[in-house]
């Protein structure tokens, strides 16, 4: 099946392999991934719109080329690896019980986002709204409070020290 520059709405991808594949001038509208890997998936100027991931390796993938235009997407336990996020307005967006690992949150509107249960070890989050959004039980995330915006963001006791990370404190 041919991807680029295709329309796809309310189509349900279950156990594809689109490692490599173009999304290039794409338009995934109201569509679900299960079991997917879309590793290195090339998405310049790819719609991607209410569409949702269960349990998808998602790998390499730069979602800063898409359309941004209405973009939104749901995560849940999906693995993530080295993808960027950066300029989006993601707002709303959630990524529930997923790793999220070595991936980049710059000028990002992640406000009233859903990130519980999510472990963001090296991924890294700057100029960023995280106003409204929830870290609850999530793990291993270094946000700086002088670069991002954390206006009424809640948090779970435990990971706390992650909004610490930059500060030069010794905790013992």
Do not use: H, W
């Not at 997923?98 to 472990?119: A, H, I, K, P, R």
């Not at 793990?139 to 779970?156: A, L, M």
């Amino acid at each position: 099946m041919e991807f680029q520059g295709g329309e796809f709405e309310l189509k349900v991808f279950c156990d594809e392999n689109f490692i490599n594949k173009s999304f290039k001038n794409s338009s995934f509208i109201n569509c679900q991934f299960k079991n997917c890997n879309l590793s290195n998936v090339i998405l310049k100027n790819t719609r991607i719109q209410n569409c949702v991931f269960d349990n998808c390796k998602i790998m390499g993938v730069n979602f800063s080329e898409c359309n941004k235009l209405l973009i939104g997407f749901i995560f849940r336990e999906c693995l993530i690896l080295m993808t960027f996020f950066s300029d989006l307005n993601l707002r709303n967006c959630i990524f529930e019980k997923c790793q999220v690992f070595e991936c980049d949150f710059y000028n990002t509107n992640l406000s009233y986002g859903n990130f519980e249960d999510s472990d963001f070890k090296d991924s890294k989050f700057s100029n960023s709204n995280l106003s409204f959004a929830s870290f609850k039980n999530a793990v291993n995330y270094s946000i700086d409070p002088n670069k991002n915006i954390i206006k009424k963001t809640k948090f779970s006791i435990s990971g706390v020290l992650g909004l610490l990370d930059n500060v030069d404190l010794k905790i013992e």
